[in-house]
């Protein structure tokens, strides 16, 4: 339990993940783009940070990673994405730690409709925390609300913001769950190749930029690499035929992530 808790402060304290409900990419996709989170391929893990990006046929996706290796610190889902007339539904469920240490439990429903080359989209999400050797357990609720625009066949643009309601826990101090606005563009010369810019800006935190790049080979294969400005990490990935994802993070101090996902499409 010792080694537990060690593990789990060290963690948290050097990348910096002061408070509950920290943004951990629930998509090999973006992981492998820097975290990019508004204009990269829809998929159904979409809803738990961009529902504008939601899938437009129906789909179910699963999604899990160990950080830094770590069972402690495994962080899984599932979702699902239906689309009517009136637009696309989605619901999903994330679940991050382990129930002897400490534990986040997300239940997602999101929706996404279109005009023309716009899609916007709107998430709402029930947190739920638990503290095991604190005995602390608690349930809140926070909106994600996002958009993109394809411009044209060379570009297009994307915003999210993550907790837009600014959501506090805590019984006696208060404080603000995570939190972020995000604005990102693509621009593909081709079809075989994209380029990926973001910033983003994080609660009280100095705003991040994030670059990336992605290759597609035969139709059916993709290369992923991406940057983040604020952070000591390669982004390293691929896909095929946006059923199959793997993301490798390598932290330059604290370690690799493996992060994986798989997607069918009906």
């Known amino acids: 339990m010792i080694k537990k808790l060690l593990l789990f402060f060290l963690f948290f304290n050097t990348i910096k993940l ?5 943004y951990k990419s629930p998509s090999a996709q973006s992981s492998s783009l820097a975290e990019i989170k508004t204009v990269i391929d829809p998929e159904p893990e979409a809803i738990f940070f961009n529902s504008s990006l939601l899938p437009d046929k129906r789909s179910l996706g699963t999604f899990y990673s160990d950080i830094l290796n770590i069972k402690e610190l495994a962080n899984s889902s599932i979702s699902t994405s239906y689309p009517f007339k009136l637009g696309t539904f989605a619901i999903g469920f994330m679940n991050f730690g382990d129930t002897s240490l400490y534990i986040e439990r997300t239940f997602a429903l999101g929706y996404k409709i279109q005009h ?17 050797e604190m005995q602390e ?14 411009y044209n ?17 805590g019984k006696y101090y208060k404080e603000e769950l995570f939190s972020d606005i995000n604005f990102g563009l693509k621009y593909t010369p081709s079809k ?18 994030k670059i990336a790049t992605q290759i597609t080979l035969f139709d059916y294969m993709k290369i992923r ?9 390669i982004n390293l990935g691929f896909g095929i035929k946006n059923i199959f994802d793997y993301a490798l993070k390598y932290h330059f101090v604290l370690g690799q992530t493996h992060i994986f996902t798989l997607n069918l499409y009906f």
């Open 116 to 132: 023309k080359n716009c899609n916007f989209g709107i998430t709402f999400k029930n947190l739920q925390l638990e503290i095991a």
């Open 18 to 22: 002061f408070s509950a409900f920290e």
């Open 137 to 150: 357990k608690g349930s809140y609720f926070s909106m994600d609300i996002a958009g993109n625009f394809k």
């Open 192 to 209: 075989n190749i994209d380029f990926f810019y973001e910033i983003t800006k994080e609660n009280d935190y100095k705003k991040d930029e």
């Open 225 to 233: 690499c991406g940057f983040s400005k604020n952070i000591d990490a």
């Open 153 to 169: 066949n060379f570009f297009s643009f994307g915003i999210c913001l993550l907790n837009f309601t600014r959501t506090k826990i």
